[in-house]
């Protein structure tokens, strides 16, 4: 089972433990509603928390394997795209998860995106209040 499987099978499972063995140490998180990425695994690791909690009838329905740049590369990595659709705050969602993988076959960069633009909206702020539920971002809202 490749790592693409893996990682389609942990999120199934809502098995953290299971996602957390498949990302590098410094792996980097490209959000659809943030510019700069989340990084390193316990960011990353407590973001997927968030996110397994945030979607509802979450799947994937599709995938494409081979190589692509990558944001911090001037070369290709072995990539692959998993297409899925699932709902956040009563809205359908349609998306992608871009994973690009290291020499180990684990996954350093992950980038995800979303549409249409109410269901970006209706993830950013779930994901939003997760966060700041879990202490992994400050209340903004807070004086």
């Given amino acids: 089972m490749n790592t693409s499987d893996r990682f389609r099978a942990a999120v199934a499972d809502q098995d953290l433990g299971a996602l957390e063995d498949l990302f590098t140490d410094d792996i980097r998180f490209f959000s659809p509603v943030k510019f700069t990425p989340f990084e ?10 968030v996110l397994l909690r945030t979607f509802e009838d979450f799947r994937y329905i599709g995938d494409h394997s081979g190589t692509a740049q990558t944001s911090t590369d001037a070369g290709t990595a072995p990539s692959s795209v998993l297409l899925f659709r699932a709902r956040a705050g ?3 969602i349609h998306g992608i998860d871009l994973l690009h993988f290291d020499d180990d076959g684990r996954i350093k960069e992950f980038t995800v995106m979303v549409r249409p633009q109410s269901a970006v909206h209706a993830l950013s702020e779930a994901v ?5 539920a879990d202490g992994l971002v400050p209340d903004a809202g807070r004086s």
């Fill in 128 to 132: 939003l209040a997760g966060l700041v």
């Fill in 90 to 92: 009563g809205k359908e």
């Fill in 40 to 49: 390193g695994k316990a960011m990353v690791m407590g973001l997927f928390g």
